[in-house]
């Protein structure tokens, strides 16, 4: 019998549309421009045309620019329909993501 476990997060993630741009595919070459589902100040959740698996790293930038982050895949969920969603980590990034980081918060990855 399978069962469920609900995963606890660091933070409250909040539904918000950002268009973004992914790079890094290992297999597909190219930048996928996409947008959030919704967002926290240490991650997204993020729809892609392309498959990722877990742990892949990449890149993602928002447009029309001023963040760019490393990030790594968390969860790859093939949705219905088409398409999947990512759960992203900021891994490395700057300033200027939609949220940020409460002052003294030590889950920040600020660089």
Known sequence: MNKSYPVERREKRVPMAIAVQLSGHI???????????????NGARVYSVRPWRKNDRLWLASLPGGFRSLARVTYCQALA????ALGLE??????????????????????
Do not use: M
């Open 27 to 41: 297999n597909i070459q190219g930048t996928e421009s996409t947008f959030t589902e919704n967002v926290s100040a």
């Open 81 to 84: 329909g088409q398409g999947f």
């Open 90 to 111: 900021f891994l490395e990034r700057a300033a200027g993501w939609v949220i940020e980081s409460p002052p003294g918060d030590r889950s920040s990855n600020a660089a």
